[in-house]
């Protein structure tokens, strides 16, 4: 019988999930008030059409609104003048429609119109103060399949910079009212987007998976999530980018990656994405998806070392290499030839998607010791040394 | 590549699980305010010295409580009592300690002490009001593992007798705010409210699983409950009894079927549950055990005429049935064969954990025509005629 160690389990939004859902948003509105604050990306929503929808569905019902725009990875800047020219506009709910950046941006807003602060003071690792959770009623409809943003707990705010950061404003009711994911959203989402997003999502489910925190909830649900993504990723990239089903796949593989990321913890992946995203102008699903076949084989490599103390890990090592080869179960004795066999596919995937490696955005090998200074284990399965993190990092240059 | 059809899926509790998790309680409490009713059964919590740990850790932090007992499955008489008697009182949390009548009892006085009025107004298919989700804090802990009620969003309420019903009060808002399970809790229940319960909790398991309503996640949290539900059935109710681990594995699976009944739906077996239970005063884990082999028999007869119509819901039976008999994959020419192993196990637990038939209960050949007359089909996997399910009864009594 298997020993279940303890666990918390966040409550995760209500979910609406499928093709053409957005309508349901209407309905959900009236729940929360009359007064509307919508943060959007600038660009793929607004070209898609989809945005003058939303517009005329929310005019005919005469709610009130307003809508803010966000072109990057937010600021603390951005979040406290949003917040500041909003504060007392009596908004009842705020609606995050985009990639994570908005999402999170979104988040970060509903957080802190009732705060009459900076979101400074509130990063974690930057100020001193702890979020209370109270917040503007949220909703989340994300447009990449790639965060999970929509079912997670915390919002990233990037200052890039020589002391740029990355970090988390996070409490547990800060997970969205409501995530609608409707893959319709997505099918705009160009291949370059689709697959960075792609591999963050897996990444995020993987880390996941084999975190030293996981539980057999985000064990169940993370391994659902890989499922779905395997035969979608390649597809959603190429030949089947307006495929609605391929989409659907990938869009419940990032919701289960927020839900499992928020509540299994990542590992030494999302530990390097945070200082490199920090001090370069990298997206963040390039610096996931390119560092990620890498640190797999170097965490197998490092919990091969262990012997026994490593073998569960490994076996779910093994177990995802056998899912991603459609073998349904795994042999004792042949754990380690799965294990290479993920590690192969995971490097194929790279190559496929063409993530690009991290020199094409200027980061040379002078910049290594200054991003193993701000690199976190997080919970990785296994301890790396800074020569191993190194390695990772130089190998992806 | 699988098809994802789309789905809802609610909001759910927060969830501390784990032995000696009770203490989060006291952490927990002061985020809501200082007035806490308990509500509690008569017996096993009591018997066990729990209680009273409770209670002097709750007097040593000052917090005020009242503590209403609760000794069946509540009437709709007993919830306005309470309601009533507390409603004046400025009750800041509601915190139900016990089994599923006990939890289901907090449930539907938390969502009632707001409201000026009998819950006879609001249960479904009984009054004509619809909830508004709206009610004070509410904290589960269950002490069987069995209803999963710590994760549902309704609280079914009971009349017994001739004109008698068992019927919801239901809202996505009434999923409790934390759910806190601790097996330590469940060591001092006895063999056959142990296997009353287990039985339920594996019936809603499957039934969820082979829902018509099922999705991807609904799927994978019924199969990670039944993996861990497996082995830990027969034990529990016999020579480990007192073993936490598997007390803890029985707790995990008792907690997805609440989480996947809530979002999944049932079948048949609860249909007869509702009517049977309604009319009858048998316990409602006795009556769904009961039922579970014969009816998923008849299932499984009933998807094999369909043909290929069955086919998707045959795959999952045999899927459940290679699990039990730890065969991890399923072989395409095998499944009846899969349905079949599967059919004699869940026959093997009935007998092993003796679970009575219903005529035991005084239910007679002469019931069962008012008793199909109540039943609902909910979301059976495929659609039974009134002689299929009267066979089920009569195979039963």
Chains 1, 2 share one sequence.
Not at 185 to 193: A, E
Not at 205 to 221: G, I, P, Q
Request: glycine share 10%; aromatic share 6%.
């Amino acid at each position: 019988m298997q020993i279940i160690p303890s666990f918390n389990f966040a409550s995760i939004p209500n979910i609406i999930f499928g093709p053409g859902k957005i309508a349901e948003l209407y309905h959900i509105i009236p729940r929360f008030g009359n007064n509307i604050l919508f943060v959007t990306g600038t660009r793929s929503i607004k070209n898609s059409g989809k945005w003058d929808n939303i517009i005329s569905e929310i005019e005919e019902r005469g709610f009130n609104f307003w809508n803010v725009s966000v072109n990057h990875e937010p600021s603390p800047q951005l979040i406290d003048e949003v917040a500041t020219k909003f504060r007392n506009k009596n908004i009842d709910l705020v609606v995050g429609i985009g990639g994570g950046s908005v999402t999170d941006a979104g988040k970060a807003i509903s957080a802190m119109l009732p705060k009459n602060d900076s979101i400074k003071n509130y990063l974690e690792g930057i100020g001193s103060k702890l979020h209370d959770g109270q917040k503007i009623p949220y909703i989340a409809i994300p447009t990449t399949s790639g965060t999970g943003s929509e079912a997670t707990k915390n919002a990233v705010i990037s200052e890039i910079g020589p002391n740029g950061f990355k970090k988390s404003l996070r409490h547990d009711k800060l997970v969205p009212d409501y995530a609608i994911i409707d893959p319709e959203f997505m099918l705009s989402c160009p291949p370059t987007i689709t697959a960075a997003c792609g591999m963050d999502a897996f990444t995020q489910l993987l880390e996941a998976y084999v975190s030293s925190k996981a539980n057999a909830m985000t064990d169940s649900l993370a391994y659902s999530g890989m499922q779905h993504i395997k035969d979608a990723i390649i597809p959603a990239c190429s030949t089947s980018a307006l495929d609605i089903n391929v989409r659907t796949n990938m869009a419940y593989g990032s919701l289960m990656s927020g839900i499992t990321l928020a509540n299994a913890g990542l590992g030494i992946v999302h530990g390097l994405a945070s200082p490199i995203g920090g001090y370069f102008n990298i997206p963040h699903g390039i610096v996931c998806g390119t560092l990620l076949a890498q640190s797999t084989k170097q965490n197998i490599h490092k919990l091969e070392e262990l012997g026994s103390q490593g073998k569960n890990f490994l076996q779910k090592y093994a177990k995802v290499g056998a899912l991603l080869y459609n073998e349904e179960s795994i042999n004792e004795k042949d754990i380690m030839k799965q294990c290479s066999k993920l590690i192969t596919i995971l490097e194929k995937w790279t190559g496929d998607l063409k993530i690009p490696r991290l020199g094409t955005y200027g980061l040379s090998e002078n910049d290594i010791d200054k991003i193993i200074e701000g690199t976190a284990l997080k919970n990785n399965p296994v301890v790396l040394k800074k020569s191993e993190i190194k390695h990772i990092v130089l190998s992806r240059l």
